[in-house]
């Protein structure tokens, strides 16, 4: 019988709010059993307080589980909770030694989404995957903290709203902050928009510089949580933004999603979902895709002459095929 159920996640936001996808499938085939997840500390932020997971757990590999020592403590500390059935998204050998019933991830070639293979770790052992998608929730209290932060900003619900997060956690995955700010400008002129900024706690500089390169004036959203920034996410009628945690965050929540790709894999990090789009430049550098792995950018370029391809107008093109119907 199975009751008790630990699902391995992962340290990077994104990541994370991918593995997301196995919580529904998991409640319906095991109905009675608690659901727990094991992330990173920042994930944990995320996730702590969604009402969907009922325990979320830290792995701290860099402080309190580094080392042998460290992984041993947490080793002990997750036996004694006695899970009955481990799923492993990380593919992580440590995991096989929690007792327990081990599920783990499928061997696929590197053109399959992580969804994909998520849930096929499930549905390999009978479980019923449809529909499944990564999804976030907030609490009552999470919302309307929320739709009062946008009412002091001044924010209506007459005009559309569309956020823009400019940033990312590697320089090659990032599109010129330049094109975002006309971006920003040609849906003020032509929506009449109301643009929500986004950025991250190491990325303020990037925020204040799109900004200020914009001619209309934004809600520059900064000190807020990251659960915080999800809910506000949640609000926006399209998010325009780089391959990073947010992206996912924002199809997590509902929201239609323009993903601006160069160096790295849209086929296996891309939005997850058939409505959200996916805009690239056609450039072949014979080295991408590539990744933030131990050796990133070799080719010691500034930048990422693929993503640097993409052109504000081919981005805007793409917005207006994709305009939500809640867009009118």
Not at 115 to 121: F, G, H, I, M, P
Request: glycine residues 8%; proline residues 5%; contains cysteine.
């Amino acid at each position: 019988m199975i009751k008790n159920i630990l699902v391995f996640s992962f340290s990077f936001i994104g990541d994370a709010t991918l593995s997301t996808a196995v919580i529904n499938p998991l409640r319906r085939h095991f109905p009675d059993a608690q659901i727990s997840l094991l992330v990173g500390t920042r994930a944990f932020h995320l996730l702590a307080e969604d009402p969907g997971i009922d325990y979320v757990l830290i792995y701290d590999h860099r402080e309190k589980h580094a080392g042998w020592n460290g992984k041993w403590r947490l080793i002990s500390s997750l036996r004694s909770k006695r899970f009955d059935l481990i799923i492993d998204l990380r593919d992580s050998l440590w995991s096989r030694f929690l007792g327990g019933v081990h599920w783990g991830l499928p061997r696929r070639g590197s053109n399959t989404h992580a969804v994909t293979r998520y849930l096929e770790a499930l549905k390999r052992h009978g479980v019923d995957t449809a529909g499944a998608r990564p999804q976030l929730r907030f609490t009552d209290g999470e919302i309307t903290a929320r739709d009062q932060y946008l009412i002091n900003k001044g924010m209506t619900r007459d005009r559309p709203v569309v956020g823009i997060h400019p940033g990312g956690n590697w320089r090659y995955k990032l599109w010129s902050p330049t094109n975002f700010a006309r971006i920003a400008d040609l849906l003020d002129d032509e929506w009449d928009a109301q643009i929500l900024l986004f950025a991250g706690p190491d990325e303020l500089s990037l925020q204040v510089q799109v900004a200020d390169s914009m001619n209309l004036e934004p809600i520059v959203v900064k000190n807020q949580s990251l659960r915080q920034v999800a809910a506000l996410i949640e609000t926006c009628d399209i998010y325009i933004g780089n391959d990073t945690g947010p992206m996912h965050i924002a199809a997590a929540v509902g929201t239609s999603v323009i993903a601006i790709f160069g160096s790295t894999n849209h086929h296996r990090s891309g939005p997850y979902g058939e409505e959200h789009i996916v805009v690239r430049s056609d450039m072949d550098l014979g080295c991408n895709p590539c990744h933030p792995g131990k050796n990133p950018g070799s080719c010691g370029a500034e930048s990422c002459a693929v993503i640097d391809a993409i052109t504000v107008q081919q981005v805007f093109q793409r917005l207006k095929n994709a305009r939500s119907s809640r867009i009118q």
